[in-house]
């Protein structure tokens, strides 16, 4: 780990490779610092989108930086702290110790971490979703389309995030068809695994292979390796994050939404107006925070099932239906 007695002989050198352009001018009281390219096709895409409607709509003025590691981040945090920053959005779960050292250093410093979870500090703000939720609405999604009984999930690293998604994904498989069988894998160990799309169409090949006809892909960039797979053979892919329909149309079964984008929103209007608050939000598919995708791009795909799939989401949204947060893959799948 990284101490911050080490970063000023580590600073010139990250600034100068991982710097990028300023989006405002030298006066930014904002800034973000993405955990993986900014696009990236998922995720930090998705926050640079919200930082674009900040900035267009509420007139935001803000700094951007890229870290690819826990290293990167505190060196990163502390460069724009010292800056004078009064508000740095950080995302991610692998940047946890880096938002919880920098808030300690910084005091005055408010920090907004998303799809992370650090609490029990005046200076940090934490925004987590309901990832078991958009798991299992497309979980359930796959569960009604499977032709072979048996689908597949391919995470990116194991991450809370991750887990939560292919265990409420598997489950949700389950709640549609009691008697499918789920197949998991992961593709690394670290952040690579998100940018890793060669590895993951190989372990996208042998689910195939062994029968999986759905396959669930929070995997980051990576997932378009997924994607590509299902393109030659029979079967479907779901993307995460944002809606990626269009990828292979017709072979993109649906996307299982996190909006970040509208975290990062509703995070800069709050520093902006006076609101901004630390503690710890979840956001849930009654507060627009996850969802699945239905657009021109897979409306035919999904016709036969888009009812039933809309059904369970109702029941979700006004709580009839609770879906429990579980990352223990043993009990949901049964093949981790």
């Known amino acids: 780990m990284l101490s911050f007695a080490r970063i000023s002989r580590l600073a010139l050198t990250f600034l100068s490779c991982f710097m990028l352009p300023l989006m405002a001018k ?7 610092v993405y955990n993986s390219y900014k696009f990236d096709g998922a995720f930090n895409e998705l926050a640079s989108i919200g930082v674009q409607r900040a900035q267009e709509e509420l007139h935001v003025l803000m700094r951007e930086r890229v870290a690819m590691s826990d290293d990167e981040a ?3 945090l502390r460069a724009l702290a010292e800056h004078g920053l009064e508000h740095i959005i950080v ?21 907004t971490l998303i799809d992370g979870h650090v609490e029990g500090l005046a200076n940090v703000r934490s925004i987590m979703f309901a990832d078991e939720e958009a798991g299992f609405l497309v979980g359930f999604a796959a569960g009604l389309k499977t032709k072979s009984n048996k689908v597949a999930s391919i995470g990116g690293m194991d991450l809370l995030a991750v887990r939560r998604l292919m265990c409420g994904f598997a489950v949700g498989a389950m709640h549609a068809n009691p008697s499918v069988e789920i197949l998991s894998s992961f593709l690394g160990d670290n952040l690579d695994a998100f940018r890793n799309a060669e590895k993951a169409r190989s372990v996208a090949d042998l689910m195939l292979d062994a029968g999986a006809d759905v396959l669930f892909a929070p995997a980051g960039r990576a997932a378009e390796g997924v994607a590509e797979a299902v393109r030659e053979k029979a079967g479907f892919v779901i993307m995460v994050d944002m809606n990626r329909n269009d990828y292979v149309p017709g072979k993109v079964l649906t996307s299982a939404i996190k909006r970040i984008d509208e975290a990062v929103y509703r995070t800069l209007q709050d520093v902006a107006s006076g609101r901004w608050e630390p503690g710890v939000t979840r956001l849930a598919l009654a507060h627009n925070g996850v969802d699945w995708a239905v657009d021109e791009n897979n409306q ?23 879906v429990q947060p579980n990352s223990a893959l043993e009990y949901c799948s049964g093949a981790f």
């Open 300 to 322: 035919f795909v999904v016709a036969d099932i888009e009812p039933a799939v809309n059904r369970l989401r109702t029941q979700i949204a006004d709580g009839s239906l609770i």
């Open 91 to 111: 995302l991610g779960q692998t940047n946890e110790n880096a938002v919880r050292l920098s808030a300690l250093a910084f005091p005055k410093t408010k920090f």
């Open 26 to 32: 030298a006066d930014a009281t904002n800034a973000i």
């Open 74 to 76: 505190i060196v990163a």
